[in-house]
């Protein structure tokens, strides 16, 4: 059984800062890519921020230059750093990770449960 666990979202003022953390535990193989979505009320899911198992890194337009998706492979967990926040920022976010239960299971998504992140003054 493979859980993730979001962590640190809340309320801030716009301009303030969050760290958002997600741990993936269980029966793990591999963990190749993991990544954060975010889904505001009537708005579809989108994808955040996405980090390869090498590292290499995709952030939404919207996103660029404010926040940081970072790994720690040790721990099996992906961090959002969100910077200088804005109103528009305000969403549930959620992490995904693909990976493999066993040397031979295939690759698959897992979510998490979601962290409410509010921006406002």
């Known amino acids: 059984q493979v859980q993730l666990v979001e962590s640190g979202g809340g309320l801030v003022q716009p301009g303030g800062s969050l760290r958002l953390s997600c741990a993936a535990s269980g029966s793990i193989f591999s963990i190749y890519a993991m990544g954060w979505y975010r889904q505001a009320p009537g708005k579809q899911r989108e994808l955040v921020a996405h980090i390869a198992s090498g590292s290499d890194t995709t952030y939404a337009d919207s996103v660029k230059g404010r926040f940081t998706i970072s790994r720690d492979n040790a721990k099996n967990t992906v961090y959002l750093r969100m910077n200088s926040l804005k109103p528009e920022d305000t969403a549930v976010y959620y992490c995904?990770?693909?990976?493999?239960?066993?040397?031979?299971?295939?690759?698959?998504?897992?979510w998490g449960q979601g962290t409410q992140v509010t921006v406002s003054s």
């Open positions: 995904n990770a693909a990976l493999q239960v066993h040397t031979t299971s295939p690759l698959t998504i897992y």
